[in-house]
């Protein structure tokens, strides 16, 4: 289907023509069109105009509406101020505007023009160690990312980047080497291990060989001597470093699942999957001149980039000792993602507190000629989880808290505020504990999406879950009601009628649904899916002043104006609908 155009982009249009007929000269003007308070947009673009043309703003202005040709979209343009256009549009043109909308499956957002391959990093955690609070930000904010770029017409390939390599795999394989039980499953032959049990056991083998390693100099040699086998590939090595690999995935996996997220096993291409490329990768390197040795190590130099003492902290892509670390893997990332993916685009859904380290491995790879004009990468940075004290989220014990214990409790509140309107909705328990999952996860989804990634956010599972305020579970209801107007409306059904004079609230309903497109687009482009969230509320809240001014079902409306209203409800129900898919949250028919 052809894409449906918006009401802003029909005004736009209209605008533009009205300054090109009273300005022939002015060449392709910009209205500069706004949504406005005061009217239903504003354009600003003539007071630039006027200034570039040294004329009088208000009487180009005026020369601008009296060049627009009577319509049926524009029901008034007023010359305000120093030289704004103030426009109300039609209750007509929204209503017909909205129509073509909502017979679109796509709720009129159209493909992106420049659409490319876009490869995200997200959903990163490590092996053998238990996920935390920043592996949730990723987790959700890259998978909302998928979503909303593939929404848009992106090719986007996933690679969850987990912590799979490294020195302390050492010490891990050769503890399990002295106690060959450790990782032995208390399951019968053949039952599924839980990812519970998965991690439990990782834990204490962690645990207890990092308490020998500290404490006893020969296991701490004979874990060295582990790390140069791995390294050299030896067989059973390698076989024992994959038992941890694949334990810890039973566990990233039921924490992932808790999360109603679909992570492919063919996109975990953790650490290790670059180990081919890291020496080619320092030669391409050091043989561009890109990087240089100093003191053994290959390092690369950035003038900006200093220590306290003043002196320059270099990107180490091989250390002195000719170990690679996790620069060389990144690096050798970049060159996989652009030469053998076809990226146009990398985006990396990273906690700030490595932002330093992504500045440093971008410009090395621009210098390198891996990233250029055509091929961009970007941090969508992300801030750091903190609890109601305003500090980065512990527990008492100051460790940090266990992602596993945060959804449970998240999903246990959840449960509980969907039972307390069970009865009235008629929901089975079956319903409930289903809807307590939706609810929950949601719930937390939707706080970490909220705000802007950058910003730093807290924790608070009372306010997350609470049913007043910009929560998911608002949303939820919002939708869950319009359903079950739905049900109640009879043999009413939806139906566009651009004829009828709109309520205030209807008006204002219709011209945010208008928005979907380019809040989408926005979003897409910006990585900002704390856009489409804002929006979403917003869509909410016009639609709860909607429910409480315009009857639907009692009174009983005539006819067509009931139609109209269920049309509005519709497409605010499948705005919403779409709107929460793209952000990972599920909305429920009743709740
Ligand atoms: N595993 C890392 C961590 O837990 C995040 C990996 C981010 N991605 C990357 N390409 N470096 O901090």
Redesign the pocket.
């Given at each position: 289907m052809a894409s449906v155009p918006s009401l802003a982009s029909t005004v736009q249009q209209r605008l533009a023509d009205g300054l090109s007929a009273a300005l022939p000269d002015a060449g392709s003007a910009d209205p500069l069109l706004r949504r406005s308070d005061r009217a239903d947009f504003q354009a600003n673009g003539i007071l630039a105009l006027a200034k570039q043309l040294k004329g009088n703003p208000r009487e180009l202005a005026t020369k601008v509406v009296e060049a627009i040709p009577a319509n049926d979209v524009l029901k008034e343009i007023e010359v305000s101020g120093p030289g704004f256009l103030n426009i109300t549009v039609t209750d007509r043109a929204i209503v017909e505007t909205l129509a073509a909308r909502a017979a679109d499956a796509r709720l009129g957002v159209p493909f992106s023009e420049s659409a490319g391959t876009t490869v995200i990093?997200y959903a990163?955690?490590?092996v053998a160690?238990e996920m935390h609070v920043?592996?949730l930000r990723?987790a959700v904010i890259g998978a909302a990312m998928v979503e909303i770029l593939e929404f848009t017409g992106e090719t986007v390939v996933r690679?969850h980047?987990?912590?799979d390599w490294g020195t302390q795999f050492g010490m891990l394989i050769q503890y399990l080497i002295e106690h060959p039980h450790e990782l032995d499953h208390k399951a019968e032959d053949g039952a599924e291990v839980s990812g519970e049990e998965a991690m439990s056991n990782l834990n204490r083998l962690y645990k207890a060989s990092r308490a020998l390693f500290d404490s006893d100099e020969e296991f701490k040699t004979r874990a060295r001597g582990r790390v140069v086998d791995l390294q050299a590939g030896d067989e059973e090595t390698l076989a024992l470093w994959q038992r941890f690999v694949d334990e810890s995935k039973i566990y990233f996996y039921s924490v992932f699942d808790k999360l109603d997220m679909d992570i492919r096993d063919g996109d975990v291409v953790g650490?290790s999957g670059y180990n081919d490329m890291l020496t080619e990768t320092c030669r391409i390197l050091e043989e561009s001149g890109v990087a240089v040795r100093s003191e053994g190590a290959l390092c690369v130099f950035f003038d900006d980039v200093k220590g306290p003492d003043g002196n320059p902290t270099p990107l180490i892509v091989q250390k002195s000792d000719g170990g690679f670390g996790?620069a060389a893997?990144?690096l050798s990332?970049i060159r996989d993602r652009v030469q053998n993916l076809k990226a146009t685009s990398l985006l990396?859904v990273?906690?700030a507190r490595?932002s330093l380290?992504?500045k440093m491995v971008f410009e090395t790879a621009r210098r390198a000629g891996w990233l250029n004009d055509e091929v961009k990468a970007v941090q969508l940075a992300f801030g750091t989880v903190l609890g109601k004290d305003g500090k980065p989220f512990k527990t008492r014990e100051g460790e940090t808290v266990r992602l596993v214990d945060l959804l449970d409790e998240a999903v246990d509140r959840a449960t509980a505020v969907v039972r307390e309107k069970a009865e009235k909705v008629g929901l089975s328990e079956t319903e409930i504990v289903e809807n307590g999952q939706y609810v929950g996860i949601g719930a937390v989804k939707y706080a970490d999406l909220s705000t802007s990634a950058a910003r730093d956010y807290k924790f608070d599972l009372d306010q997350m879950v609470s049913l007043n305020g910009d929560t998911s579970v608002y949303l939820q209801y919002a939708y869950a009601r319009i359903k079950s107007i739905f049900g109640k409306a009879g043999d009413r059904t939806p139906a566009a009628h651009p004829e009828l004079e709109l309520a205030p609230a209807e008006r204002a309903l219709g011209l945010h649904l208008d928005r979907f497109a380019e809040t989408v687009s926005e979003a897409a482009t910006e990585y900002a899916p704390h856009k489409l969230t804002a929006y979403l509320y917003q869509l909410a809240s016009l639609y709860t002043t909607f429910y409480d001014q315009c009857p639907v079902i009692k009174p009983e409306p005539a006819q067509e104006v009931a139609e109209n209203r269920l049309f509005l409800c519709d497409l605010t129900a499948r705005t919403l609908h779409q709107g929460m898919a793209l952000l990972g949250i599920r909305t429920p028919e009743r709740l």
């Open positions: 990093d990163q955690p490590n160690k920043g592996h990723s690679r980047h987990i912590g650490e996790y893997t990144d990332a990396y990273v906690d490595q380290h992504f």
